[in-house]
T-cell receptor, first 114, second 111 residues
Framework: DSGVTQTPKHLITATGQRVTLRCSPR?????VYWYQQSLDQGLQFLIQ???????AKGNILERFSAQQFPDLHSELNLSSLELGDSALYFC?????????????FGPGTRLTVL | EDQVTQSPEALRLQEGESSSLNCSYT??????LFWYRQDPGKGPEFLFT???AGEEKEKERLKATLTKKESFLHITAPKPEDSATYLC????????????FGTGTRLLVSP
């Protein structure tokens, strides 16, 4: 158990809908990273927050957004969902903001868009 | 652009049969190379970080090594519980500095 929690575990929704994924980092960690993992592309970095502020963006679509709250939990919002958004979404947390800080991954949310 | 290629894509071993997984990388200045283990339907689990060529790290039956162009994950006398997908990731020291992951090697160890 990494200490990172994610909810929900599974999410099934329809095209065009909007969903929110939630992540609680390990105690003491200030950074939260979001990743998308699909069968054909592997793990793709989406976005990083550090202590409530957006720090870095990766391959995140404009239909996706995220935020980190004062209690350091983070939410990833996915809107206008398309079939291709079906994937596993992971968050990871780390102590600091540097990418060489070890990232600890949560169990993931499996999103299915029908 | 930073790139990571892992080989083989899949590997089947008998229990006790040692082998190595390869991670070849292209990066503009390596800040760190990371190995993770991922079980089906679960999040990646951190194994090792390597920072410079010649560095080696060990954990139980696993040993990671690093050269200037590739890293190897050596598995000695594997057991069925070592079955998982092993992911390699690199972080470069220019531009965005995000972690770039390979697509992994699926390892199956049969009793």
């Amino acid at each position: 158990d990494s200490g990172v929690t994610q909810t929900p575990k599974h999410l099934i929704t329809a095209t065009g809908q909007r969903v929110t994924l939630r992540c609680s980092p390990r105690s003491g960690d200030l950074s939260v990273y979001w990743y998308q993992q699909s069968l054909d592309q592997g793990l793709q970095f989406l976005i990083q927050y550090y202590n409530g502020e957006e720090r870095a963006k990766g391959n995140i679509l404009e239909r996706f957004s995220a935020q980190q709250f004062p209690d350091l939990h983070s939410e990833l919002n996915l809107s206008s969902l398309e079939l291709g958004d079906s994937a596993l979404y992971f968050c990871a947390s780390a102590l600091g903001w540097d990418y060489t800080d070890t990232q600890y991954f949560g169990p993931g949310t499996r999103l299915t868009v029908l | 652009e930073d790139q990571v290629t892992q080989s083989p894509e899949a590997l089947r071993l008998q229990e006790g049969e040692s082998s190595s997984l390869n991670c070849s990388y292209t990066v503009s200045g390596l800040r760190g190379l990371f190995w993770y283990r991922q079980d089906p339907g679960k999040g990646p689990e951190f194994l090792f970080t390597l920072y410079s060529a010649g560095e080696e790290k060990e954990k139980e039956r696993l040993k990671a090594t690093l050269t200037k162009k590739e890293s190897f994950l050596h598995i000695t006398a594997p057991k069925p519980e070592d079955s998982a997908t092993y992911l390699c990731a690199v972080q470069g020291n220019t531009g965005f500095q995000k972690l770039v992951f390979g697509t992994g090697t699926r390892l199956l160890v049969s009793p």
